[in-house]
């Protein structure tokens, strides 16, 4: 079964850094895309960055020049380094995947790591 595992949340301050990170496995036989969604209370689960291609990642005008998402391919893994963080940042961030596996081609969703930003 495919999983997506996350970690690297917290509680910051404002203007601080944190550098999340969501691992994939289980019979993957290619990703073709992966990156990360938030949540915040009471809010629409929102685009923050997404790899569509190699070398081409949208993000999130409310992120952009502060986040940068890098990605490990030889590890099924990727990186969100999230810079000045804001209270808005606060959110749940859950890792996104469209994956075909051994088993079927199919999005998937990690379980989700919090982030706090406090003022």
């Known amino acids: 079964q495919v999983q997506l595992v996350e970690s690297g949340g917290g509680l910051v301050q404002v203007g601080d850094s944190l550098r999340l990170s969501c691992a994939a496995s289980?019979?993957?036989?290619?990703?073709?895309?992966m990156g990360w969604y938030r949540q915040a209370p009471g809010k629409q689960r929102e685009l923050v960055a997404l790899?569509?291609?190699?070398?081409?990642?949208n993000y999130a005008d409310s992120v952009k020049g502060r986040f940068t998402m890098s990605r490990d391919s030889g590890k099924n893994t990727v990186f969100l380094q999230m810079n000045s963080l804001k209270p808005e940042d606060t959110a749940v961030y859950l890792c996104?995947?469209?994956?075909?596996?051994?088993?079927?081609?199919?999005?998937?969703w990690g379980q989700g790591t919090q982030v706090t930003v406090s003022s």
């Open positions: 289980g019979g993957i036989v290619s990703i073709r895309r």
């Open positions: 790899a569509i291609s190699r070398g081409n990642t």
């Open positions: 996104y995947a469209y994956i075909t596996s051994d088993y079927d081609t199919a999005a998937y």
